[in-house]
């Protein structure tokens, strides 16, 4: 029943997070989702997904690029960027959670981002559902 719930929970995540990017003024593929995974189609912008993934990363939301069908563009840079709903839920944010990063999504990809500020409202989420009590932050990696 734990795993139901969860499985649910992550579809309404989903819908909730498609349902901002749309309000944002972003296309999804197939206009919304099924499942846990939502499609950026970027070419009614200016954005590579190669761009979009690098932009969304200095706020913090980790995307990762994603051709689209008849895509022109290669794959290492792309037309779209994919997004999914199972991380965030097993952290426990929950639809106005979803809605919150679709605003910061959209707010990133747009002419006048506010990269700091968008920034701060995704930190602010994660401290709100932390990964685990007494989580201080990202592991850092030396070469």
């Given amino acids: 029943e734990g795993f139901r719930s969860y499985q649910e929970q992550i579809r309404a995540n989903a819908d909730a997070l498609g349902a901002s990017l749309v309000e944002g003024g972003l296309d999804l593929l197939t206009g919304g989702t099924d499942t846990h995974l939502l499609q950026v189609d970027l070419r009614a912008t200016e954005w590579t997904g190669k761009d979009a993934e690098e932009r969304l990363d200095e706020v913090r939301i980790t995307a990762n690029r994603n051709t689209v069908p008849f ?17 965030v839920t097993m952290r426990g944010f929950d639809e106005d959670d979803l809605r919150e990063v679709g605003e910061i999504i959209a707010g990133a990809l747009a ?5 700091g500020a968008l920034r701060g409202r995704s930190e602010a989420l994660c401290e709100k559902r932390p990964l685990y009590p007494g989580f201080r932050g990202y592991t850092t990696y030396q070469a």
């Fill in 71 to 87: 895509d022109e563009r290669p794959p290492m840079e792309a037309s779209g960027v994919r997004l999914g709903t199972p991380a």
């Fill in 111 to 115: 002419a006048d981002a506010d990269l």
